[in-house]
């Protein structure tokens, strides 16, 4: 694309990491094809909301960024991609979008893009020609190119390794939308972060929308099958892991989110070999109830967690644990909840999201008529916050007096600049920037020892507007 003819387009991501890592790539493409990448606040030619539905509030919240990019400029192209928009698509249908595009046609964007400006272009011509205007109201948005951003502004890099979802949990609608289980070749993986270490990254996250069914789609091979007749479900995600292990200069292979029966004694002692393998796990546990988790069809007990969490814990040293509850699912009574209670409690996470249930329209849940009153809810999640958060003061009381390697990522100013990164455990650490030594910055490995508190402003801040976070010297 020629200088002159330079647009603009921003992107807002909502939801999960695979969604990051699919806005990463459109971001570099429309790049490698000439756009001009802006912040999403900034005046744009076209505004891309990648869209997520994993629960009510994450929908609204999508279309309120869609309103939002509307209201910015008028004459803008507004695009929904994502599962948002392959659920619903009243939003095409009643004018709110130009295009929608689902989550199979991302890699397709930039010719989505083009053919609609093409067809814009066009029927632009023909007003013109009626109306004799000289100016489309589009070039002159030309004008109000901003700063550019980077494609990705992490220091880790969030690697898609796999898509689709067959769980059909009852309470989530991303098996509907998301399609069926596609996981990326090894060799196609381990030549994208060889490309991504040569660009000075030393960390990746491996992303997906159910990553412990990496693999299984070679084989036509069902998780649930498997894993209850005790088949080895994780081998393609360890070789995976390991083959990632031997890239010169990556420092990282960190995890997303993991099912707890992946977790067997061959999957943990083959990851264990891995020497980049970061220490911290997400294990999803949902609810620790066995009655609420069969109604959530999740295909798994407390007994079950409890192992695959014992496992972890005997391979890795005080590994960072955390999970994901949800409070006050249809029909879950108090005995429930304090079950789902008693059993966060005791597995002691480092770190938990808590949510209360959210109803969605589509799902075996939302069609329940036992839903739980959103006071009880809230009540409920506010228990659970209380233990959670019990246990993750002691985890990072454990961190006092360690020395660790920490990925420096972004100064901070709060009292004096403050340098912050994480450790392989996923503790973020705050070094005073005078400490750091010359020549060392953003994305570099730095050791530090951990020797108290800090209270940092952060953009996940609580209601005082700071953060207390770990201080490294
Ligand atoms: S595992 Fe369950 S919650 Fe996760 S994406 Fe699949 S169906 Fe949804």
Redesign the pocket.
């Known amino acids: 694309m020629p200088d002159q003819l330079k647009r603009t387009a921003a992107i807002c991501t909502m939801g999960c990491k695979v969604n990051t890592y699919e806005s990463a790539r459109m971001a570099e493409e429309l790049t490698a094809a000439g756009w001009i990448m802006v912040d999403f606040r900034e005046k744009a030619d076209v505004y891309i909301i990648n869209t997520c539905t994993v629960t009510q509030i994450a929908a609204r919240k999508s279309r309120q960024m869609i309103h939002r990019a509307r209201a910015l400029s008028p004459d803008a192209l507004v695009i929904a991609a994502g599962c948002y928009v392959d659920r619903d698509d009243s939003l095409i249908k009643e004018g709110v979008i130009d295009l929608a595009i689902s989550n199979q046609d991302k890699p397709n964007l930039v010719e989505l893009i083009n053919k609609t400006l093409d067809e814009r272009a066009q029927e632009q011509q023909s007003i013109e020609e009626y109306t004799e205007l000289s100016e489309s109201a589009s070039s002159q948005d030309l004008s109000q190119a901003t700063e550019p951003v980077a494609p990705s502004d992490h220091t880790r890099a969030f690697i898609k390794i796999q898509d689709g979802?067959r769980?059909?949990?009852s309470y989530?609608i991303?098996?509907y939308v998301r399609g069926p289980l596609k996981s990326r070749p090894i060799g196609e993986i381990v030549e994208e972060v060889k490309g991504l270490t040569e660009k000075g990254y030393k960390e990746v996250v491996l992303t997906g929308?159910?990553v412990s069914s990496y693999g299984l789609d070679w084989k036509e091979q069902n998780y649930n099958r498997m894993a209850e007749e005790g088949i080895y479900v994780g081998e393609d995600l360890a070789r995976l892991i390991l083959e990632l292990d031997r890239i010169t200069g990556l420092a990282r292979i960190r995890l997303s989110s993991l099912e707890p029966r992946l977790i067997t004694k061959e999957f943990v002692s083959e990851i264990s070999k891995s020497k980049k393998l970061c220490p911290h796990f997400h294990l999803?546990l949902q609810s620790g109830c066995d009655r609420t988790l069969k109604e959530m069809n999740r295909h798994y007990t407390a007994d079950d967690f409890r192992e695959a969490v014992r496992l972890l814990r005997a391979a890795f040293d005080d590994p960072f644990l955390s999970t994901d509850v949800i409070a006050g699912f249809p029909g879950e009574t108090e005995e429930d909840h304090q079950a789902s209670l008693d059993f966060v409690r005791e597995m002691k996470f480092a770190e938990a999201h808590i949510f209360p249930y959210s109803r969605m329209d589509g799902t075996t849940a939302g069609k329940r008529k036992d839903q739980i009153p959103a006071d009880v809810k809230k009540r409920r999640a506010h228990d659970l916050l209380h233990v959670t958060g019990e246990a993750s003061k002691a985890y990072m009381e454990r961190m006092q007096g360690k020395e660790v390697t920490i990925l420096l990522e972004q100064i901070v100013t709060s009292g004096q600049p403050y340098f912050t990164g994480l450790t392989d455990n996923y503790v973020r650490i705050a070094i005073p920037a005078d400490r750091i030594p010359e020549g060392t910055g953003q994305g570099d490995l730095l050791k530090v020892r951990i020797d108290g508190y800090v209270n940092i402003r952060s953009a996940n801040h609580n209601a005082s507007g700071l953060d207390t976070i770990l201080r490294g010297i």
Do not use: A, D
């Open positions: 979802c769980q059909f949990c989530c991303i098996p929308i159910h999803s």
